[in-house]
């Protein structure tokens, strides 16, 4: 009998992913989708058919409980969350809800569905948890031992949820693994994260339809990896006979300057100063100034490897966007 997975957030970047790495392997998917009006409802329905939506949110716990009776999973990923951290200083109390709190919800609805032992938990942690002060072991990067040091709500609310699950795991003998995922991207990352807003402007420009983009800090680091490689890292997390936590990255970190550098390459501008203009708006009340993943775990014991380096996930993600801009008239 074909597996069931149950996926939060699976209107999200990696829920597209997930998805359709699940829907290869043979399982039957289901998808929390929240919201009377969600105009991304129509885009899963179109673009994977194969899904079966049920409404919930992760605020609303009779709705997790209706969830998990409805899809019977044998694995639940919990992907939902509001994941701006930029945002998530202007919202922080909803943060702590959804990001946080919302994580205890789907937890004890596995907890008290009876069926608790049958069912196998994914939860998204993320190197924000780091929060970059820490560096203190330069070039190793962040593994699963490193210190936590949270500097945003989102942050913060990411680093609740990881102890919660960890600690369901020690209370109730459940199964539930902790991703530490460093930053993924791809053609379905949102247009409000660096990576997506600097490809599409950098699209834009080159078919005359933008002049310029507005960015914040530029010197911030990031260790970026390929979204559809690290949804596999996911599932493999949940295929082993324990769970556990572990970190996914690329072991790189390169700056937003070194990005703009690479996609407006892509193109064939190699001065990429006069189209950009620095705006305090997107500046953060604190910053994380670099993250650094070490991966070794997840490549020993998961045999986890991104198949994405840095200039491909660039070109990958400009070539995109400038399709999707070719195509609209606006
Ligand atoms: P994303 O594109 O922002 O997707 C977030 C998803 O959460 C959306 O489907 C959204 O639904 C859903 N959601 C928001 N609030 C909800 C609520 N109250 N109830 C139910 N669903 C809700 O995020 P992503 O990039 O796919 O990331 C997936 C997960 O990994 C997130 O938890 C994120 O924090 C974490 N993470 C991401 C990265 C990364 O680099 N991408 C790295 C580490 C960890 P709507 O469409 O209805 O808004
Ligand atoms: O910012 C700087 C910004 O919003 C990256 C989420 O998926 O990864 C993501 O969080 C950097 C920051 O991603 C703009 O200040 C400059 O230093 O693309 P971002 P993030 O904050 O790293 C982690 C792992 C997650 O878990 C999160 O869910 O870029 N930056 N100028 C800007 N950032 C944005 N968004 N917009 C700007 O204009």
Known sequence: MAKKALITGITGQDGYHLAE????????VFGIIRGQHNPKRITVEREQPFVKLIEGDLTDPSSLIRAVELAQPDEVYNLAAISHVGHSFKVPQLVADVTGKGVLNMLEAIRLSGRADQIRFYQASTSEMFGGLDYNRPGLGYDEEA?????????????????????????????????????????????EFVTRKITNAVARIHLGKQDHIELGNLDAKRDWGYAGDYVEGMWR??????????????????????????????????????????????MRPAEVDILLGNPAKAETVLGWKRTVDFPGLVKLMVENDIKIESESSK
């Open 237 to 282: 997390m949940l295929q082993q006979d324990e769970p556990g936590d572990y970190v996914l990255g690329t072991g790189e970190t390169h700056s937003i300057e070194e990005f703009l550098t690479e996609a407006f390459k892509a193109v064939g501008i190699d001065d990429w100063k006069p189209y950009v203009k620095q705006n305090p708006a997107f």
């Open 147 to 191: 210190v936590f040091h949270p500097r945003s709500p989102y942050g913060v609310a990411k680093l609740y949820a990881h102890w919660i699950t960890k600690n369901y795991r020690e209370s109730y003998n459940m199964h539930a693994s902790c991703g530490i995922l460093f930053n993924h991207e791809g053609e379905r990352r949102g247009l």
């Open 21 to 28: 790495l699940l829907n290869k392997k043979g399982y039957e």
